[in-house]
Structures are given as C-alpha cells and as structure tokens.
C-alpha cells in the first residue's frame, strides 16, 4: 500500500500495484466499506483527497504526473509531466491547494486545485 489519505469519516488507502483506493470507516476500522479504481495503466506513489471527494494522485502514466479520480475511477483532471516531471508525494491543504513533490528537482509545488459547486 502506499498513500493515505482522510475525508469527512472515511480512511484511504492506495495500493500501487492494483491502481485502486481502499476505503474503511472511521473512528474504528473494522473492514473495508468499498475500493475506487483509478488510474488504469498507472502506479501510483500517493493520494490525497479534495474537499469535493476527488482523488488526487502521484503517478506513473504517460503525460500526467498527477490525476484526479472521481467516484467512478474516472480521470476529471490532472497535471501534466510539463509542470511536475516526476510527483511523488501530495497532499491537500483546506483552501484547495495542492502539495506536490517533485522527484526530478527535489522542489515541492503548491498548486490551486480547488473547484466550485458548478464544477467550473
């Protein structure tokens, strides 16, 4: 597993090798409640989670090095190799930003992810 991630009363957790989120209950976790598949021909390093619900995630796939994932598994949005060669890490701060590390030059990015209601 790698990536954790919390929202609202819900656990995280991303596997790298299935390409899927896992999500448990909480305060107590006692099993897993269901699992997003994301991210089909991808690894992932890491996840965050969107005040919207969507999955951020560090990955390995072609132009994006960093996706989100609605509900469904569906990439909504990402950003390119162009802007972070290489993310490793993330992490999303209350007023919608997100915290991207970047492998190739050891720099961590914040970048303004946040959307509205309207999905503008």
Sequence with gaps: MTGLAVHTDYL???SRSQSRTYRYSLPGIYGMTSS??????????DIARDLQGGIW????????SVGCFDSG????A?????????????????????WVSNN?????YGIDVSRDETGD
């Design 12 to 14: 995280y957790l991303a």
């Design 57 to 64: 995630a560090a990955m390995d796939s072609g132009g994006y």
């Design 36 to 45: 997003t598949p994301f991210g089909r021909t991808s690894k992932t390093w």
């Design 104 to 108: 190739d030059d050891g720099m961590i």
């Design 73 to 76: 598994g569906d990439m909504v």
């Design 78 to 98: 990402g950003i390119s190799t162009d802007l972070v060669s290489r993310a490793m890490g993330v992490a999303m701060d209350d007023d919608g930003t997100l």
